[in-house]
């Protein structure tokens, strides 16, 4: 099977299924996107795959912006540095 071919395969996703259990799919070359589809993470259809993806890779960049920080940017004062042996009360 050739690229195109294989590639094609993706859109039976019932022959696709009956493939994987059938024969495996370690020589697929599209295993991880057959896999993604199988688990419902990537829709059936070619074109709404692009777009799900776009949007699960923006979510991702946004979760990384937000809880992503570089310690040596985060600078308090003394008083309220979180010292675990710190034997102050405030």
Known sequence: MNFSEEYMSLENVKALKQNALKCGLRSYRFRSIAWSIFLESLPEKSPDRIEKIRSMRLKYQ???NKYRHDPR???????????PLSQDET
Not at 77 to 83: A, F, L, V, W
């Open 62 to 64: 946004d979760l990384q």
């Open 73 to 83: 940017e985060f600078q308090t004062d003394e008083k309220t540095n979180d010292n």
